[in-house]
């Protein structure tokens, strides 16, 4: 299954990341981001035992499991936990912009009708 992606796509891509590309980069890319999108179409095929699917860090966790079949695997990945790593004041006082407790970016999404 090849992928392509059109002139207008890679533009819009682009326009979202606030990119400026020339011409020779919107046709390289255009490529690119083919053979991206098709690289993860193949690893979506790949066969997977069924208490794998649909998970991701199982898929990493089989891909070592492979590499050392002598030894047990255990997944190194760390539990997801939410935590305050820096205080809300600190962190607000480093923003560049800010109105009152939110920091202030630019919209990269045109206002809606």
């Known amino acids: 299954m090849a992928t392509e992606f059109s002139r207008e796509t890679v533009k819009r891509i682009a326009e979202l990341g606030r990119l400026y590309l020339t011409e020779d980069e919107i046709s390289l890319y255009q490529e690119e981001l083919g053979k991206i999108l098709n690289a993860f179409h193949a690893l979506a095929q790949l066969p997977l035992p069924e208490d794998f699917a649909g998970d991701a ?49 630019p919209a990269i999404l045109a206002p809606s009708t």
């Open 57 to 105: 860090r199982s898929a990493l966790v089989m891909s070592k499991a492979i590499k050392n079949t002598n030894t047990d695997v255990i997944s190194r990945l760390r539990p997801d936990e939410a935590n305050n790593s820096m205080e809300t004041q600190m962190f607000l006082n480093q923003a560049p912009e800010r109105e009152g407790v939110f920091v202030k970016v």
